[in-house]
């Protein structure tokens, strides 16, 4: 096909540098919104008089002949046309003739690949957001089914106190409920057209830039052309929010993944979402828990390459803007497989409540309710603090846990203590008696689960909401 612009030229590209400056090997991605925008804008061509209403019925005829076949597999697209735009016009000029030119009517490819990467970004957002809800969804469930699953809570990665485990996987919820709301939040800032704009400055012809607006399911236009052309805030949040996802996934991915090893046996991982050793016929790896981890390291890189990409460019497009694509097509792939797979992880893997119990008693994870326990009885708890350690140091020496200890032993650190202080170091009351909000008790986490929930209907109502405006026409 020949160049839009090989009108100024008078010798054709070297063969390397046209290669080297193609894109379509990666944007071929934005063809069926590279369809869906310029459906829209043909319609409008016609409304307004630009072109023809025979012209204009002509054009849309055509794309959706060109996107019926794009949907069959049936397009093959070449490198000489450069990118997805000219690939996708040579089919409409072979579907409807010399009239296909008009398609390029009151428009530049820089508002047009700003158009088709809003678009594809607005579907990413749903897709992704859906794949949020499924990951949300295994961590109530499995939360719920575990209520009296009593483990080890850590901090600095040693045992610190005694959660329910319910506890600690809706700790993970609240975080995917908070990726969500940011993937919400940054619709209305995706979902504003720039087509229309033109090359930079806009365009003489009277186009109605409201009426694609409407026809493409935009809740508004850039009120600047130079800034519709040049913007990738939106792409930079997307990819924020990515990264986000992937870090939260990554800290639970570590901790399935010390979970499933024999030192702690917290859970078994199932077999089809486990790996195995070449030469070490015992081994089952949490393989896909370690990806995924590895794999956040792909979207902080996409992250960092846009950033770097768009620092002090001048204003409107510049060709470093074609490197603003492959990144976020990766962080879109990347993000949603792992998502997938960590729900799957979820739902499937066993989980161990005696190991989980057994390192629990351990490692003095009641310790604090023995210092809060003398506290109650009016010790100022610095004070308590102090006898609770001594009597901590005591079993250290002696090799036992605070349980093994007899009443006498307790007096003789503190005449405070009495016989309930075996009832109070329990591990049942060390949980349910932290009752307040948000805390580790059965009823505070069954409160907790029941507002997982409420979130998780409120981010599935907004993604079958949305899902319609996404659905090319």
């Known amino acids: 096909m020949k160049k839009l612009w090989g009108g100024r030229f008078s010798d054709s590209a070297d063969a390397f540098a046209e290669a080297f400056g193609a894109s379509i090997s990666f944007d071929q991605t934005f063809a069926p919104y590279d369809i869906q925008g310029s459906i829209a804008h043909a319609t409008m061509l016609g409304e307004t008089g630009i072109i023809s209403a025979e012209e204009s019925r002509q054009i849309v005829e055509g794309l959706k002949k060109v996107r019926q076949r794009w949907e069959r597999g049936e397009l093959e697209f070449r490198l000489s046309d450069e990118d997805i735009h000219m690939n996708i016009e040579r089919y409409l000029t072979e579907e409807i003739g010399p009239v296909a030119g008009k398609l390029h009517t009151a428009r530049s490819r820089n508002d047009q690949v700003a158009t088709d990467f809003h678009l594809y970004i607005r579907a990413q957002i749903v897709a992704i957001a859906t794949a949020i809800a499924e990951a949300q969804q295994a961590l109530i469930e499995k939360a719920r089914a575990h209520m009296d699953a009593i483990m080890p809570g850590y901090t600095h990665l040693q045992r610190a106190q005694p959660v329910l485990f319910s506890h600690h996987l809706l700790a993970y919820a609240a975080m995917l409920d908070r990726d969500g709301g940011r993937l919400v939040d940054l619709w209305k800032r995706v979902n504003i057209l720039p087509l229309g704009a033109g090359a930079l400055a806009g365009t003489t012809f009277p186009i109605d830039r409201e009426r694609v607006a409407t026809l493409l399911r935009f809740e508004g236009v850039y009120e600047n052309s130079m800034d519709a052309v040049s913007d ?179 007096k003789s650190f503190s005449p405070l203590f009495e016989r309930d202080i075996f009832e109070a170091i329990s591990l049942e009351t060390v949980v349910n008696r932290r009752l307040t909000r948000g805390g580790t008790g059965t009823q505070a986490v069954e409160a907790q689960s029941v507002i997982a929930g409420q979130r998780l209907q409120h981010l599935t109502a907004w993604v079958q909401s949305h899902q319609a405006l996404v659905v090319a026409e």
């Open 232 to 410: 990738r805030d939106f792409a930079l949040e997307f990819l924020n929010c990515c990264a986000t996802v992937m870090m939260h996934l990554s800290r639970l991915c570590e901790e399935i993944i010390i979970w499933s090893t024999g030192e702690f046996s917290f859970i078994e991982l199932h077999d089809s979402l486990s790996t195995g050793s070449s030469i070490m016929p015992q081994k089952k790896n949490a393989d896909f828990a370690e990806l995924i981890r590895g794999k956040t390291g792909r979207v902080y890189g996409a992250l960092t390459t846009l950033y770097t990409v768009m620092k002090g460019l001048p204003l409107t497009y510049n060709k470093d803007m074609q490197e603003d694509k492959e990144g976020v097509f990766d962080a879109t792939e990347t993000v949603y497989g792992s998502l997938k797979i960590a729900a799957a992880m979820i739902r499937t893997l066993t989980v161990n409540k005696e190991a989980m119990r057994a390192h629990a008693e351990r490692g003095f994870t009641n310790a604090t309710d023995a210092a809060d326990y003398l506290a109650k009885k009016g010790l100022p708890f610095r004070e308590a603090h102090e006898v609770v350690g001594k009597l901590v140091k005591h079993c250290v020496i002696a090799k036992c846990d605070l349980g093994a200890l007899t009443l006498e032993t307790y």
